[in-house]
């Protein structure tokens, strides 16, 4: 006896935080927390608290987070401009 199930699609659509769409579909790679943490040289648990606060777009996949490495250059970009207006 076969069943018939109705999948949902949109079901299976991953929730996305913060990130780059466009990045991401152009095919550019995704760092992961230890490897931004280590271009930055800060802790795992400061890049943590820059994508809680929003400060650094990220996706989540699954249950890790990971950065488009244009979305890094740009967070840097953009620090650069703050300091510089100092």
Same mark, same amino acid.
């Given at each position: 006896?076969?069943?018939?199930?109705?999948?949902?699609?949109?079901?299976?659509?991953?929730?996305?935080?913060? #990130?780059?769409?466009?990045?991401?579909?152009? #095919?550019? #790679?995704?760092?992961?927390?230890?490897?931004?943490?280590t271009?930055?040289?800060?802790?795992?648990?400061?890049?943590? #608290?820059l994508?809680?606060?929003?400060?650094?777009?990220?996706?989540?996949?699954?249950?890790?987070? $990971?950065?488009?490495?244009?979305?890094?250059?740009?967070?840097?970009? $953009? $620090? $650069?401009?703050?300091?510089?207006?100092?």
């Amino acid at each position: 006896m076969s069943q018939n199930i109705t999948a949902n699609p949109q079901s299976f659509i991953p929730p996305i935080s913060h #990130g780059s769409l466009g990045a991401m579909a152009a #095919g550019v #790679g995704l760092l992961t927390v230890k490897e931004v943490a280590t271009l930055l040289r800060v802790s795992t648990d400061s890049v943590y #608290g820059l994508c809680a606060r929003g400060e650094l777009p990220h996706v989540r996949v699954s249950n890790a987070i $990971r950065i488009a490495q244009a979305d890094l250059t740009e967070f840097i970009v $953009r $620090r $650069r401009r703050a300091i510089e207006r100092l």
